[in-house]
Nanobody, 124 residues
Framework: QVQLVESGGGSVQAGGSLRLSCEASGLANGRYCMAWFRQAPGKEREVVASISEYGGTVYRDSVKDRFTISHERLRNSVSLQMNSLKSEDTAVYYC??????????????????WGQGTQVTVSS
């Protein structure tokens, strides 16, 4: 059984930092793209950052130079360091996994495995 478990969400004032973690278990052996998505109330789920098996990263423009996605020591585990947070970063953040040898897609419907989400609230 595949499980992706996020942690690290919470409330912070604008300009602050949070670090999200995602631990994956039960994934079959293989190469995976790992990604963070977010969804704000009334909005579509959007990709925040992705990291391929070989460490290639892609960020949405609004978080470049503020967020960093990284592989963690545990296989298929990733973190998202979020600095200089803004009120518009408020959303539920989801970890996702997609078995893929090279690169990452950015559409939510290409990811078969999802965590339960963790709330990030940034107050101005």
């Amino acid at each position: 059984q595949v499980q992706l478990v996020e942690s690290g969400g919470g409330s912070v004032q604008a300009g602050g930092s949070l670090r999200l973690s995602c631990e994956a278990s039960g994934l079959a052996n293989g190469r995976y793209c790992m990604a963070w998505f977010r969804q704000a109330p009334g909005k579509e789920r959007e990709v925040v950052a992705s990291i391929s098996e070989y460490g290639g990263t892609v960020y949405r423009d609004s978080v470049k130079d503020r967020f960093t996605i990284s592989h963690e020591r545990l296989r298929n585990s990733v973190s998202l360091q979020m600095n200089s947070l803004k009120s518009e970063d408020t959303a539920v953040y989801y970890c996702a996994a997609d078995r893929r040898d090279y690169g990452c897609f950015t559409r939510a419907d290409t990811f078969p495995y999802w965590g339960q989400g963790t709330q990030v609230t940034v107050s101005s």
